[in-house]
């Protein structure tokens, strides 16, 4: 953790630079609720002690998983305002539950990349069955007509019509090739990223598929954090457990300064 070596006061700027962040994003985390109460000099000035900095640090590496949404953000939280709040051991508590909740996020999207691959390789997703219209896929795939129009919008998919009446028909190609996008979505992937994955794959290359999902195409005007999603989990994978021993380290020295 970093740290340094305050007078008995640190200012505004000294927290801002030991976290490498602009002056006003300090006092943007107070007035959330992110750091302790800060005591005011009888001119009206901030008294920032270590133990704001630690808690600056620890909330700007929890912050920095939030992106992931759901669980870890609740728990990533959780976990800054009840250091905030003086419950080091209520906080320690919360650090391994934010492990253990970037950790599900990233095995479910390492689950679901296997899965790709292995339907990638041939590995047979459906049982032989006659066409279904789109209700029906839809009921099957637990999913809304509404997804499965979204997803032959964004090019993911290619459904044959009945040459009849225009029905959409989804056999056994469909139906596989639906349940890994489905997969893939719910395990956070971006529709680009996927995009990505699939033109790759129709052009019969099956080798890869992780990293296509993994990597934004150069010259795409825009990123979205779904593109990156497995470099994403990884990151945060190291942030959350990197808050256990900050919380561990504000523990010791809240310790230390109730023996001295």
């Known amino acids: 953790m970093p740290d340094i070596t305050p007078p008995r006061y640190l200012r505004t700027s000294d927290l801002a630079k030991a976290a490498g962040i602009h002056p006003n994003t300090v006092r943007?985390?107070?007035?959330?609720?992110f750091l302790p109460p800060i005591p005011r000099s009888p001119k009206g000035y901030r008294r920032f002690t270590q133990a704001h900095l630690d808690q600056l640090l620890l909330a700007r590496t929890a912050m920095s998983c939030t992106v992931i949404g759901g669980d870890v953000r609740r728990t990533a939280l959780m976990l800054i305002h009840t250091a905030a709040g003086g419950d080091l051991g209520g906080a320690l508590e919360l650090a391994y539950a934010f492990v253990a909740a970037v950790q599900a996020e990233r095995a479910q999207a390492e689950a679901a990349a296997t899965f790709l691959e292995r339907w990638a390789e041939g590995g047979t997703l459906e049982a032989s069955q006659h066409p279904l219209r789109?209700?029906?896929?839809?009921?099957?795939?637990?999913?809304?007509?509404?997804?499965?129009?979204?997803?032959?919008?964004?090019?993911?998919?290619?459904?044959?019509?009945?040459?009849?009446?225009?029905?959409?028909?989804?056999?056994?190609?469909?139906?596989?090739r639906l349940r890994v996008i489905r997969m893939l979505i719910r395990s956070g992937y971006g529709c680009m990223a996927i995009l990505r994955m699939l033109t790759l794959l129709d052009s019969g290359q099956t080798g890869n598929l992780r990293k296509a999902l993994d990597t934004p195409d150069e010259d795409d005007d825009i990123h979205y954090v779904t593109d990156r999603w497995l470099s994403i989990l990884a990151d945060?994978?190291?942030?959350a457990q990197r808050t256990v021993g900050m919380v561990e380290a504000m523990l010791r020295r809240a310790a230390l300064q109730e023996t001295n």
């Open 134 to 176: 789109i209700g029906d896929a839809a009921r099957l795939l637990n999913t809304t007509i509404d997804a499965l129009r979204n997803w032959e919008r964004n090019g993911l998919v290619t459904v044959p019509r009945d040459p009849g009446n225009g029905y959409r028909l989804y056999g056994a190609e469909e139906i596989g």
């Open 28 to 33: 943007l985390y107070e007035q959330w609720g």
């Open 236 to 239: 945060a994978a190291e942030a």
